[in-house]
């Protein structure tokens, strides 16, 4: 029975690797790197993505808020010849052009490409609907081609004080 601290054995594992070289057998070498790269690559594909659908997300929010806000501005663009016989009215001219005006103004400061998708609505005499759309390109995922990404949110607002608005 040989044991490790066998002489003759010692002499063997000498003659097999020489001094200087690696005790691995030859097929194993390399596999290890391959695997990590592997790995490595398919963790920064998974980090693009979650930042462009994060990118999609931040632009539907984003989308939200400016329709509320351009329906605010809209919504306060009475009309001062029916406000003056005492009845409130929104004027549509008015309250287009003002919900406009703040769409315009935050695609301008922030660098954002928002529009409004179609004329405003009133569905009633004291409440407007706005709709607006934002684009944003995807960061990372355009290496693998050329593609927008569309956000499209409606806001209503009305004038006055009230439990809630339904548009």
Do not use: W
């Not at 097999?16 to 070498?29: E, F, L, V």
């Amino acid at each position: 029975m040989t044991t490790d601290t066998d002489p003759a054995r010692g002499a063997d594992r000498q003659a097999r690797y020489p001094a200087g070289r690696c005790t691995r057998r030859p097929a194993d070498r390399g596999s290890l790197t391959l695997f990590v790269i592997f790995f490595a690559i398919t963790a920064l594909v998974l980090a693009s993505l979650l930042v462009d659908v994060g990118d999609a997300v931040s632009a539907q929010e984003r989308a939200a808020d400016l329709a509320e806000q351009a329906a605010r501005a809209g919504a306060n663009a009475i009309d001062p010849g029916s406000l003056r016989a005492g009845n409130v009215v929104i004027d549509p001219g008015l309250a287009c052009q003002a919900a406009g005006q703040v769409i315009q103004k935050y695609a301008s400061i922030s660098g954002i490409d928002a529009t409004m998708t179609q004329d405003c609505t009133f569905p009633g005499p004291r409440q407007v609907t706005v709709y607006v759309s934002v684009t944003t390109q995807p960061i990372i995922t355009t290496f693998f081609g050329s593609f927008t990404m569309r956000a499209h949110e409606t806001a209503c607002a009305e004038f006055g004080i009230n439990q809630g608005v339904a548009c």
